[in-house]
T-cell receptor, first 120, second 114 residues
Framework: GAVVSQHPSWVICKSGTSVKIECRSL??????MFWYRQFPKQSLMLMAT?????????EQGVEKDKFLINHASLTLSTLTVTSAHPEDSSFYIC????????????????FGQGTRLTVV | GENVEQHPSTLSVQEGDSAVIKCTYSDSASNYFPWYKQELGKRPQLIID?????GEKKDQRIAVTLNKTAKHFSLHITETQPEDSAVYFC?????????????FGTGTRLTIIP
């Protein structure tokens, strides 16, 4: 099956600093990457959608200048949380769809392991 | 935009019994409906999906039914086992081109009682 590798799995940072989260598709081309945020015991809330080589499309209420998304290649997308504050503490998870190895990578969304961000 | 509602939010089932989770969606353009299982602190894993040209799909103990007219779809787990305990999310997406976003339901915490 298709594998999405997300790093780091957890990070603690000081308020005001920036944190970069990486998602890599290991055996397929991730033409589309979705970034989600999940609060404890809640659903996955889509933050933005990015297509390789294009600017990300942000969901309503998500600050694009605070959550910088880069999808410069078919195997790598990054989310940078800039000037992080305690309220940004959450579980961030990426999901990729694309073309390549398996039967239905063009519709099935494969998730990364997630990154637990704690801002102190 | 799409809105997906999921019920119940929590469900406890005796081991060996069946569990049913229901979802409704609002956008008639949605035609792809996956179900994900998420264990605590882990990534969601696709367990079954269905497209709008199919009314039912089964994979061993798991089945999904879809009623496009009523805009609802359901997950059925039979002969439940303790390892089925997890949070289950339904989702809906328009199109099959790969770049359409998934809208997730609010999740169901399923507990299997030994």
């Amino acid at each position: 099956g298709a594998v999405v590798s997300q790093h780091p799995s957890w990070v603690i940072c000081k308020s005001g600093t920036s944190v970069k989260i990486e998602c890599r598709s290991l055996d397929f081309q991730a033409t589309t990457m979705f970034w989600y945020r999940q609060f404890p015991k809640q659903s996955l809330m889509l933050m933005a959608t990015s297509n390789e080589g294009s600017k990300a499309t942000y969901e309503q209420g998500v600050e694009k200048d605070k959550f910088l998304i880069n999808h410069a290649s078919l195997t790598l997308s990054t989310l940078t949380v800039t000037s992080a504050h305690p309220e940004d503490s959450s579980f961030y998870i990426c999901s990729a769809r694309g073309v390549g190895v398996t039967r239905a990578t063009n519709t099935e969304a494969f998730f990364g392991q997630g990154t637990r961000l704690t801002v102190v | 935009g799409e809105n997906v509602e999921q019920h119940p939010s929590t469900l406890s089932v005796q081991e060996g019994d069946s569990a049913v989770i229901k979802c409704t969606y609002s956008d008639s353009a949605s035609n792809y409906f996956p179900w994900y299982k998420q264990e605590l602190g882990k990534r969601p894993q696709l367990i079954i999906d269905i497209r709008s040209n199919v009314g039912e799909k089964k994979d061993q103990r798991i089945a999904v039914t879809l009623n496009k007219t009523a805009k609802h779809f359901s997950l059925h787990i039979t002969e439940t086992q303790p390892e089925d305990s997890a949070v289950y999310f339904c989702a809906a997406s328009p199109g099959s081109f790969g770049n359409e976003k998934l809208t997730f339901g609010t999740g169901t915490r399923l507990t299997i009682i030994p």
